[in-house]
T-cell receptor, first 115, second 109 residues
Framework: GAVVSQHPSRVICKSGTSVKIECRSL??????MFWYRQFPKQSLMLMAT?????????EQGVEKDKFLINHASLTLSTLTVTSAHPEDSSFYIC???????????FGDGTRLSIL | GQNIDQPTEMTATEGAIVQINCTYQ??????LFWYQQHAGEAPTFLSY??LDGLEEKGRFSSFLSRSKGYSYLLLKELQMKDSASYLC??????????WGAGTKLIIKP
């Protein structure tokens, strides 16, 4: 149980393109979903937390207009990187949990490369 | 401030036992999690401790002492596939996960 599916697994695109990443909880209702970014050989960095039906809470330093998060249902959250640039190239990982005191279960991540 | 400390890197031998320590200072405590992350992959959940004591799950065990702000992950009968980073994370009073930087475990034959 507790499977989180994330798509696409890899994206390579030109600078200026907008990229949408989907995160789905397959066998549970994810009241909260999280979006992380991880640069090579660095720690996980939380970007934002989203609760179903409400606006995402962004961490300090994360531009909400650049990283658009939508959590429209209990099983789906999307992250859109708008007008991506090479410095946005990173490993983006989503996670989800159904209740507060429960482990977060992670998707497989999306490796984004902006040329 | 909130802080999670764990060693940056550890090396152990195949078949041996290794203990990865984690100390924490957080505003409130709602449990401690251990995750495993292989290079280039997303983390996978290993264990959750909210009460003091040892939780055993196969070759992996996790220990918690809330009074000391301390946990460890014990890996027995090490296999080469156990080479990975091990992340300690504490859930604070706001149910937010505070992540450690991870311990890179290198297993040698």
């Amino acid at each position: 149980g507790a499977v989180v599916s994330q798509h696409p697994s890899r994206v390579i695109c030109k600078s200026g393109t907008s990229v949408k990443i989907e995160c789905r909880s397959l066998d549970f209702q994810a009241t909260t979903m999280f979006w992380y970014r991880q640069f090579p050989k660095q720690s996980l960095m939380l970007m934002a937390t989203s609760n179903e039906g409400s606006k995402a809470t962004y961490e300090q330093g994360v531009e909400k207009d650049k990283f658009l998060i939508n959590h429209a249902s209990l099983t789906l959250s999307t992250l859109t990187v708008t007008s991506a640039h090479p410095e946005d190239s990173s490993f983006y990982i989503c996670s989800a949990r159904d209740r507060e005191v429960q482990p977060q279960h992670f998707g497989d991540g999306t490796r984004l490369s902006i040329l | 401030g909130q802080n999670i400390d764990q060693p940056t890197e550890m090396t152990a031998t195949e078949g041996a036992i290794v203990q990865i320590n984690c100390t924490y200072q957080t505003s409130g405590f709602n449990g401690l999690f251990w995750y495993q992350q292989h290079a280039g992959e997303a983390p996978t959940f290993l264990s959750y401790n909210v009460l003091d004591g040892l939780e055993e799950k196969g070759r992996f065990s996790s220990f918690l002492s809330r009074s000391k702000g301390y946990s460890y992950l014990l890996l027995k009968e090490l296999q080469m596939k156990d080479s990975a980073s091990y992340l300690c994370a504490v859930m604070d009073s706001n149910y937010q996960l505070i992540w450690g930087a991870g311990t890179k475990l290198i297993i040698k034959p």
